[in-house]
């Protein structure tokens, strides 16, 4: 298939790929590690089309035409927890997981390297498999693959980690409970891994399947590969990591509208960031701040100047007026964060602080069209190795509590943007 480039004044361009489900958020949805990822020379996404099927779509970077492939695959669209997730390890083997909300592992792994044929699913390890939600793929330096899911469910649930090892083309298990909830709660997690190899996850706990039970704010990271695990003091943990014994970086009580499973990143000197939204006080509105260390402590800025209150109550997706954001941070410290907001008409928005200690945040639209209830997702690696920006884009609608919008097949697209354009 062969696309014309949409180009806007900030230098955004839009690639469109095919069309795809767009009655929930299930191919926009925030958790997808990854939707977009590139290997090499090329670069894949992956996403559901109104069938239900899983869609793996490849090209060469640069180019505008993409093939796609249908694998034998399917998912449960109606639901929009059931999203796919993507990995390419050292080698060029596609893993996919996909499906999931709290039902057995659905994995597979492309035949050969840049394969856009997959095998039939297969177990990673034999354990841990019945309940799973939130699968995520992280790359390690080595060539090898992190897996990160809950185990369990809202409420009652705990981070479990596997890694990949291409050597010998086998996951093991390095956490059944990195972060145990108790059967009392669960963490809603986000990680990264950084250009040292250090992994870094922060967390808020859910005290039931209720949203608005979200609270506080806590850390770990792992200079091991995932093997042990400490505080940002340097301190070990002894795991798993519970309630108790967790790093609160910052308190945010119940009901002040705290969302789970957002962003976070690292800088170069290995310091973390992590971008979320709440209410400071029960009568603020809802704004996006961002945690971070500065290598003493951590502190807290506010990105947002929101106008209009909204509140977060209930199980289940929900149809919220801002999209859960993402963040990113270059080689000069720079700092991004993408999001979708109504008070935008929706579009697709970038918040970015040149200078941490000034704090000061500019907004730019990086498109001027409506995305429904689009949420952030992007290329990691090209990121990391070419720092541009390539955004998983499809309008997208979203009904409270797994109900649907009627909305027929909307085009998928890759949003193209080299931030440095914005400073010329």
Not at 67 to 80: C, F, M, P, S, V
Not at 144 to 149: K, P, Q, V
Not at 188 to 206: K, L
Request: hydrophobic share 30%; with cysteine.
């Amino acid at each position: 298939m062969t696309n014309n480039k949409k180009v806007n004044k900030f230098n955004s361009q839009i690639v469109p790929v095919d069309k795809g489900w767009a009655k929930n958020s299930i191919n926009t949805t925030i958790f997808r590690h990854n939707s977009i990822i590139s290997h090499g020379k090329y670069q894949y996404l992956s996403y559901y089309d109104k069938e239900g099927s899983v869609i793996v779509a490849r090209r060469v970077l640069g180019e505008e035409s993409w093939e796609i492939a249908r694998t034998q695959h399917k998912g449960n669209t109606l639901d929009a927890h059931n999203s796919i997730s993507m990995g390419i390890d050292g080698t060029g083997i596609i893993h996919l997981s996909w499906d999931h909300h709290v039902n057995k592992l659905k994995y597979c792994r492309s035949i050969v390297p840049h394969s856009l044929e997959f095998s039939e699913q297969i177990s990673m390890t034999h354990s841990k498999e019945r309940m799973v939600t939130y699968p995520e793929f992280y790359n390690l330096s080595n060539g090898g693959l992190l897996f990160f899911y809950r185990h369990g469910r809202s409420g009652k649930g705990d981070l479990m980690v596997n890694r990949y090892d291409v050597k010998s083309k086998q996951w093991s298990i390095i956490q059944q409970k990195l972060i145990f909830g108790q059967r009392e709660r669960n963490p809603y997690w986000q990680a990264v891994v950084d250009y040292q190899d250090v992994i870094h996850v922060s967390w808020c706990w859910r005290e039931s399947p209720d949203v608005e039970t979200n609270h506080d704010i806590c850390y770990a990271k792992s200079v091991d590969v995932g093997e042990s695990w400490m505080k940002s003091t340097g301190e070990k943990y002894k795991l798993p990591i519970t309630i108790e014994n967790a790093e609160y970086v910052w308190r945010i009580p119940q009901k002040r509208e705290l969302v789970n499973t957002t962003t976070m990143t690292a800088d170069n000197q290995g310091n973390p960031y992590i971008v979320t939204y709440w209410r400071i006080s029960k009568d603020e509105i809802p704004q996006y701040h961002l945690i971070f260390h500065d290598g003493k402590e951590w502190r807290t800025l506010q990105i947002s100047e929101r106008k209009t209150s909204f509140s977060l109550r209930g199980g289940g997706t929900i149809r919220i007026p801002i999209s859960r954001p993402k963040i990113l941070i270059d080689s000069n410290n720079c700092i991004y964060v993408l999001f979708r907001d109504e008070e935008r008409n929706n579009r697709v928005s970038i918040a970015i602080c040149k200078d941490i200690k000034k704090g000061r945040w500019d907004i730019h639209d990086l498109t001027k069209e409506s995305y429904g209830f689009w949420e952030p997702s992007y290329d990691t690696q090209l990121w990391k190795k070419e720092e541009k920006l390539h955004v998983f884009l499809q309008n997208v609608g979203q009904g409270d509590a797994e109900s649907l919008d009627d909305i027929p097949p909307q085009t998928v697209s890759v949003l193209e943007w080299n931030p440095r354009n914005i400073f010329i």
